[in-house]
C-alpha cells in the first residue's frame, strides 16, 4: 500500500462545466496504482466537483440552467456581495454540490460508469485558474 | 494495510430510497477488514447515495416529495428529454445528493449513528438494476 | 501506511455553521501522519459537513438564510414533524449538503484553501452534541 499526490491545475473560461476525466485517469496511470481509491479534491469555495452525464452537452446546459434558476444572481438580497453579484451565488452552488470525490480504481482503471464523467463546475463569472488535489492510495 | 472491493447490484423498482446499510456490512464483514474506511460509489449518473434517517418512512416520503416539487418532471423545459421526462430531473437530483461517500470502520463495524442508514436514491421511474463499488480499505 | 481514529464532539447552540478546522488539523496532528487522507463522517442525519469561505461571516449568513428560505420550517406540509417543525426540514438539509468529506494532508497539514474552511452545519433549533468520526490514513 502506497500514496501518491498529485495536483491538477484547470483553467476556467468563466460559469460552465469542464470535464477532467482525463486529466485524473492520466494522474492515476502516472502513480501506478493498479488497485485502490482516488480522492479529489477542490481547494475553493466557489467551483465544486461534479459527476455529471458527459455524452450529451444538452445535459449540462440543462442542470446549469436549473442552478441559476435556484441560486439566482439577482432577485435576492444578499449581504456578501464584495466581489459582485456571482459572489454568493458561487458559494451556495459550491455547497450544493460537492468538494471532494474518492473513485474507485481496479486494473488501474477509473472505475466510471459508461456515461459518467468527472467536471470540475466553475460558479464564477471570470476566468480563474482552479486547484484540485489527488491522492491516490492502494497498491 | 489491505484493500479489498466489493460490487453491489441493487434492483430498484422505480423512484424511491432503498436501503442497503446490511449488504454494506455484509461487505466490509466479508473482507474481513477491522479499522478502516468503506467508500461506495454509484456508477451512475440518475441515481445516488443519500445518508438518511431509517426509523421513520414518514420522513424518507417528506424527503422524496421535497425532491419531486424542488426538480419537478413538468414545469421546466428540459432541452434533454431523450428518454422522457424523468431523465433530466433525475440528472440533477443525483448533483443534489451524493456520488461517493466513505464510512468509518471500527471493530469491523460500520460506524454509523444510531437511525442512520445508507440508502441508494433512485431517480428514474423504470426499473433499474444499479451498481454500487465498496472500497474497503483498512487492517 | 497506517491508520489512525479519532472522533470529535463538538457542541452545537442551535441552528447555524461552526467551524471545525482547527479540531481536525490538531487530531491530525495528534497522529503524526505527515501524508495522506482525513476522512470526516458525521454520525447524525440533521447536521452536516460544509466546506465554506471562513472569512467573511455574512457570507455564512447569506447561506443559511438560503436553506431556510428553500427548506421553509413552515409552508410546508410536512408529514414526519415527530420532533418540531425544524425536524423535517434539518433531514433534507442534511441530504442536500454532505455527511462524509475527505481532505488530503500534505506535511501533516490539511490542504485547505487559503479561504476554506470546515464547519459542522446544524440544523436543529435546540443545543446538541454532535459526533464527527475522523479516519486519518497514510504515513
Known amino acids: 500500500m502506497r500514496i501518491c499526490s498529485e495536483r491538477l491545475q484547470i483553467r476556467t473560461q468563466g460559469k460552465g462545466t469542464y470535464e477532467i476525466s482525463d486529466q485524473v485517469q492520466a494522474a492515476v496511470s502516472k502513480c501506478q496504482i493498479e488497485a485502490g481509491t482516488v480522492t479529489m479534491f477542490v481547494q475553493h469555495t466557489s467551483c465544486s466537483l461534479l459527476m455529471m452525464e458527459n455524452a450529451a452537452p444538452a445535459a449540462r446546459r440543462d442542470l446549469e440552467r436549473f ?11 444578499y449581504e456578501h456581495d464584495d466581489e459582485g453579484p456571482d459572489d ?34 466553475e460558479h ?4 480563474h485558474t482552479r486547484r484540485v488535489w489527488l491522492t491516490i492510495i492502494g497498491e
Open 67 to 77: 442552478f441559476d434558476r435556484l441560486v439566482p444572481e439577482n432577485g435576492q438580497d
Open 124 to 127: 464564477r463569472r471570470a476566468s
Open 88 to 121: 454568493m451565488p458561487a458559494h451556495i452552488r459550491m455547497a450544493l454540490t460537492r468538494t471532494s470525490e474518492t473513485i474507485p480504481i481496479v486494473s488501474g482503471k477509473l472505475q466510471l460508469g459508461t456515461w459518467q464523467g468527472i467536471f470540475l463546475f
